[in-house]
Each structure stands twice: as structure tokens, then as C-alpha cells.
């Protein structure tokens, strides 16, 4: 097993459980204990995990497992919706849209009052939604992840690679200054940065509850999009990117 694949294994079962034996991460990645020592080690070098004796924790609980897709849907409806609502201000006419997967960009479609845009999503309610109401939209190619309701791997990246999108809209399940955009799935990750990579401009969607949270896998640093966000973070925040601060 490569030894990023081992980090994130072990990242991800300590944000599920706050805490890991050597012992049980030897059974989850069926390595040796010396390997799992080092890969401890390793990451309590890069400040990710506290690394203590027989086992790791999570630091200060930064950590946290991404939540259930049908838990995302129902909370912070109204912070999400407002969000979404200034997000959907932002596309225009004539522009070639990504929408990312997520439950806050899913509801940018119902808030749309352009008349002719093209859209591109890797999300399954996103393209239901975007259809539903007439829009022309395409949706990549790839492996479901149901848990969030996207289409990744590694066909959805070579879909991506041979458009170039005017506007990008993206989803999050953490914000923090020191590791910016963070995810919990690896593959979902590399989905995510190569949509931005794609996008001329680029929006990060995120509620207020996601600042100073961390998640195992980094996507993109905060200066790599622009945060709409329903409440002013830390100001700390503003020293890596441009805010916009939607109203309820």
C-alpha cells in the first residue's frame, strides 16, 4: 500500500474515532507495527495528528468524519440557502458553469435567474435539479460515491480535463488557514482540484460551521478561490482570501 493511501487510511479513522492504538491501525491496514510507528511518527512531524504512547490523537479535536450526506441536506438550511442565493448572482449570461458536488451548491440551481448558461456537475442532485428546470447540463463520467452523492475517480478527471469553464462553484467539509480546503475521501479530492484547475474563476461554498475544521485530505489553499460564506470568520481568514459574506 502506497504510503500516502496509509496517511490517509489512518487520518480518516482517527477523525471517525478521535483516537487509535497501534494495535488497531495494524489490523485496519494490515501492516507491520514498525510501519505504523513510522507513519505515526511522520505525521506528528507534519502536525496532522498527536502521536502518543501506543497509539495517535487527534489534535485539539481539529480533526472531524465528514457527515452523511442526508444529515448535510438538513442542517443549516437557511445559512446554506443564503449562500446559495449569492452564489447563483454571481453566473451569468452566456457562461460555462461547474457546479461541485455538495449540498449547499445543489442549491444554487433553484436560485439561477439567467437564461442561458451551460453547466457541467459532477453532482446527482445538482444535474437532476439543473434538467428539471430547463438548463442545458452534462454530467461527468466516473465511479458513484453515494455518501456524497458525486461522481468521481478516475474517469471523471479525464472528463474534466478537456473543458475549460468560465465560473466554478465548489463544496467543502473544512476550512482552516494552516491546511485550507479539506475533504475526507482522497479520490473525491482530486475530482475537486482538477475541476478548479479548470475554472477561470473560482467560488468555494462554505458555512460558517466549517471554519477550523480539518479533514485528512487537502484539495486547495484558501487564495485559490474566492469563500462566500454566511458569517465573517476569524480575521485571520481574510489575510488568505477574498470573503464575501452572504445576508440572510
Same mark, same amino acid.
Given at each position: 500500500?502506497?504510503?500516502?493511501?496509509?496517511?490517509?487510511?489512518?487520518?480518516?479513522?482517527?477523525?471517525?474515532?478521535?483516537?487509535?492504538?497501534?494495535?488497531?491501525?495494524?489490523?485496519?491496514l494490515?501492516?507491520?507495527?514498525s510501519?505504523?510507528?513510522?507513519?505515526?511518527?511522520e505525521l506528528?512531524?507534519?502536525?496532522?495528528?498527536?502521536?502518543?504512547?501506543?497509539?495517535a490523537t487527534?489534535?485539539?479535536?481539529? =480533526?472531524?468524519?465528514? !457527515?452523511?450526506?442526508?444529515? $448535510?441536506? #438538513? /442542517?443549516?438550511t437557511?445559512?446554506?440557502? %443564503?449562500?446559495?442565493k449569492?452564489a447563483?448572482?454571481?453566473?451569468?449570461?452566456?457562461d460555462?458553469?461547474y457546479?461541485?458536488?455538495?449540498s449547499?451548491?445543489?442549491?444554487?440551481?433553484?436560485?439561477?435567474?439567467?437564461?442561458?448558461?451551460?453547466?457541467v456537475?459532477?453532482?446527482?442532485?445538482?444535474?437532476?435539479?439543473?434538467?428539471?428546470r430547463?438548463?442545458?447540463?452534462s454530467i461527468?463520467?466516473?465511479?458513484?460515491?453515494?455518501?456524497a452523492?458525486?461522481?468521481t475517480?478516475?474517469?471523471?478527471?479525464?472528463?474534466?480535463a478537456?473543458?475549460n469553464?468560465?465560473?466554478?462553484?465548489?463544496g467543502?467539509?473544512?476550512v482552516?488557514v494552516?491546511?485550507? =480546503?479539506?475533504?475526507? !475521501?482522497q479520490?473525491?479530492? $482530486?475530482? #475537486? /482540484?482538477e475541476?478548479?484547475?479548470?475554472? %477561470?474563476?473560482?467560488y468555494?461554498?462554505?458555512?460558517?460551521?466549517?471554519?477550523?475544521?480539518?479533514?485528512p485530505?487537502?484539495?486547495a489553499q484558501?487564495?485559490?478561490?474566492?469563500l462566500?460564506t454566511?458569517?465573517a470568520?476569524?480575521?485571520?481568514?481574510?489575510?488568505?482570501a477574498r470573503?464575501?459574506?452572504a445576508?440572510?
Amino acid at each position: 500500500m502506497l504510503t500516502e493511501k496509509r496517511h490517509m487510511m489512518i487520518l480518516t479513522y482517527l477523525a471517525q474515532k478521535g483516537s487509535a492504538t497501534v494495535a488497531e491501525l495494524c489490523d485496519l491496514l494490515d501492516i507491520s507495527e514498525s510501519t505504523v510507528r513510522r507513519d505515526l511518527s511522520e505525521l506528528h512531524r507534519q502536525g496532522v495528528l498527536n502521536k502518543v504512547f501506543g497509539g495517535a490523537t487527534v489534535i485539539d479535536g481539529a =480533526y472531524h468524519a465528514e !457527515d452523511p450526506a442526508a444529515i $448535510r441536506e #438538513k /442542517s443549516y438550511t437557511e445559512e446554506k440557502a %443564503a449562500i446559495a442565493k449569492k452564489a447563483a448572482e454571481l453566473v451569468q449570461e452566456n457562461d460555462f458553469v461547474y457546479i461541485d458536488a455538495g449540498s449547499t451548491t445543489a442549491q444554487l440551481v433553484d436560485f439561477l435567474t439567467v437564461r442561458r448558461a451551460t453547466f457541467v456537475t459532477n453532482g446527482l442532485p445538482a444535474a437532476r435539479q439543473l434538467a428539471q428546470r430547463g438548463y442545458p447540463v452534462s454530467i461527468i463520467s466516473g465511479q458513484v460515491r453515494a455518501t456524497a452523492g458525486a461522481i468521481t475517480g478516475a474517469e471523471a478527471m479525464g472528463c474534466l480535463a478537456r473543458y475549460n469553464f468560465t465560473v466554478g462553484f465548489f463544496g467543502t467539509n473544512g476550512v482552516s488557514v494552516s491546511k485550507g =480546503y479539506t475533504q475526507s !475521501d482522497q479520490i473525491e479530492a $482530486r475530482v #475537486k /482540484s482538477e475541476a478548479m484547475s479548470r475554472c %477561470a474563476q473560482r467560488y468555494m461554498l462554505a458555512d460558517a460551521r466549517k471554519f477550523d475544521r480539518i479533514l485528512p485530505v487537502t484539495f486547495a489553499q484558501l487564495s485559490d478561490a474566492i469563500l462566500i460564506t454566511d458569517q465573517a470568520p476569524d480575521p485571520q481568514y481574510y489575510q488568505h482570501a477574498r470573503i464575501i459574506q452572504a445576508s440572510r
